[in-house]
C-alpha cells in the first residue's frame, strides 16, 4: 500500500487536460452550429425549389383548363392568367415569370411572350396567327433570388397543348 505522499495523485484533473477536454468540446459545439446553419439553408432552398415548381404546375393547369382561343390570345393570358401572383408565389424573392407561345409542328415563325415581374404583367411579343395553329409549346418560366446567398435561381415547365385536345 503506497501512503500519499509527495508526488501521489489525487484523483482531480490537471489544468492541462481540463483545457483539452474544453478545446474539443467547443470544436464539437462549433461543428454542430455549422451542420444545422447548412441544414437550415438546405432545407429553405429545398422549400423555394418545391415553390416554384408549384407555382409552374398551377400555371400550366391553368391554361389547360382555358379554351383554344383564349390560350391563344396574349391579352387574355395577360389580364387572366397573369393579372395576379400565383398561389405560393409570395415564398419567392423577387420573382418574375415568362410564359412562351411558340407554333408547334408547322412552319411558323414569331411567338407570343408575356412577362410578369414586380406585380405587373406585359406583352413582349405578339403571334396573332397562333389561333389557326392546330399545337403550341408552352414554356413557362419563373426566376426568383433564392438560398443560399441570394442566388438567382429559375425553373422552367415545358407543355404542348393541342387545339380540340391530345385525342385529335
Not at 509527495?6 to 490537471?14: H, K, L, Q, V, W
Amino acid at each position: 500500500m503506497r501512503a500519499n505522499g509527495a508526488g501521489a495523485r489525487n484523483g482531480g484533473f490537471t489544468l492541462l487536460e481540463t483545457m483539452v477536454a474544453g478545446t474539443i468540446m467547443a470544436l464539437f459545439l462549433g461543428t454542430l452550429f455549422a451542420l444545422n446553419s447548412t441544414s437550415m439553408q438546405t432545407l429553405r432552398a429545398a422549400r423555394e425549389f418545391t415553390c416554384a415548381s408549384q407555382v409552374l404546375q398551377q400555371r400550366i393547369e391553368a391554361m389547360r383548363i382555358a379554351n383554344w382561343h383564349q390560350v391563344t390570345d396574349a391579352d387574355w393570358l395577360q389580364n387572366n392568367l397573369l393579372n395576379s401572383d400565383a398561389p405560393g408565389a409570395s415564398l419567392l424573392t423577387s420573382a418574375s415569370e415568362t410564359l412562351t407561345l411558340v407554333p408547334y409542328g408547322s412552319d411558323s415563325t414569331g411567338n407570343t411572350q408575356i412577362t410578369r415581374s414586380n406585380g405587373n404583367a406585359s406583352i413582349v411579343n405578339r403571334n396573332s396567327q397562333l389561333l389557326a395553329e392546330s399545337a403550341v409549346k408552352v414554356i413557362w418560366s419563373v426566376s426568383y433570388i433564392g438560398a443560399p446567398n441570394g442566388q438567382p435561381y429559375s425553373r422552367q415547365i415545358v407543355a404542348i397543348l393541342a387545339k380540340g385536345g391530345v385525342a385529335r
